[in-house]
Each structure stands twice: as C-alpha cells, then as structure tokens.
C-alpha cells in the first residue's frame, strides 16, 4: 500500500519485486520513476492516480499483468513502458494522453484491444510491434506521426526468427491522416470513417460556446423577431 502523503515513486523503487500482485499508486504521487515495477513478474493489477503525467519502462517486462487503469492526467506512454506484459488484453488509453512512445506496448502477445484517444499525436515507431492478437484498431485524425512498424507486425513464432503481418489487419480512420497513409505505405486494409462535426445543444450562433447571446438569438426566433437558419436549427435544438 503506498500512502496518501507519497508524491515521489523514485527509479527502479520497486523493480523486480517478484511477490507483489497489486499496485494503486494514489493521486498524490506526481512522480513514477523510470522503471518504477520493472520485471515484477507476477504483478497482475496496477492502478495510477490522476496525479501521474509520465509513464516510462514503468511496467516493462511484468509478465503476469492482465489489468491496467491509467489516470486522467498521463500525457506521455514512454518507451517500453508495457514491453513485454504478455497477458495484458486490453487497454484503454485516457484523453490526457499525446504521446505513445517507442516500444510502449511491444510483445504484448494477448493484446486484443486498445482505445486510441482523440487526444494522442504522435505513436512512436514499434509502439505495437508484435501484438499477434491486435488485428484492428482506429486511429484519430488528431494523430499526426506514426513511427516504423507501429502496429500490424509480428514475429512467426516464440523464436523471433521470422517477420511477418499480423493476419488481416485493418486500420480504420479517417480521409488525408496520417492513418491513412500509414495503411496505404503498409498496405493494410484501412476503412474510412465519416468525419462528423461536434455540435453543442444550445449553441445557436455556432461559435462552440454557449453564452447569454445563443439564449436570445433561440428567444428572439420564437418570438419570430429573428431567423434562425436550419443549420443553426440543429444546433439550438429548437
């Protein structure tokens, strides 16, 4: 159990403790040093409080660990921070984060599932590299690079001998992103999504704020002392 008070998780503080099962890191701790659990092999469950920003090789190697939750506040996935995690299925990735990097979650062999917020940017090269079982996933307009053999690679078999695409993978996306292209470079099936605009009940001048002004543009068209036009219709919900 770590405390209330802790703010610092430093370096390596709890690497290779082969007999801790479970982790929740409290939202005072601002601080998770680079391979925090590094090599804690039978780690099953690791909660980080919404006071955590970065994560590096923090869990790197936990063979055994099959239940993450991330915090609100984690901007950056580092470099080999879930590398390894074998029996890790699924994971999703809150809307804080901008950065996955390098390795992140390489040979994460029972990785099904991953949500990509539509906060992240950038997704560093092998960030999915050998994830067998991962044979779809969507990736948001607001990704802007994506590095070498990010997703859809594996390895043969156990051996690491032979290179190959993991078997149908699909990207799916949206029109001129970097999505888009990484499909087209790979030749991997990539299935367009439609963009759809964000509408505010309430915003009736669709400024994509709701102030004192959309109530009396809405109030004066039931009055019939203004016109709303349909598209603004559908943002007043009028």
Sequence with gaps: TIGSDVETIGTTAFTACTSLKEIVI????????????DGCKNLEKAVIGDGVTELADTFNA???????????????????????????????IPNSVKTISSNAFNNCWSLRNVTIPESAETIGMYAFYNCPLLTQVTIPASVTDIGYMAFGFCYEDEYYYELRKVEDFTIYGYDDTQAQKYANDNEFKFVLLEQTDDIKIGDADGDGE?????????????????????????????
């Design 26 to 37: 409290p939202d005072s701790v601002t601080t998770l040093g680079m391979s925090a659990f």
């Design 62 to 92: 936990c063979t055994n660990l099959s239940e993450v939750t991330l915090g609100n506040s984690v901007r950056t996935i580092g470099s080999s921070t879930f590398e390894g995690c074998y029996r890790l299925a699924e994971i999703v």
């Design 210 to 238: 709701i102030t004192i002004m959309d109530a009396t543009a809405i109030q004066l068209h039931i009055a019939q002392l203004e016109i709303i036009f349909d598209d603004m219709r559908a943002c007043a919900d009028t």
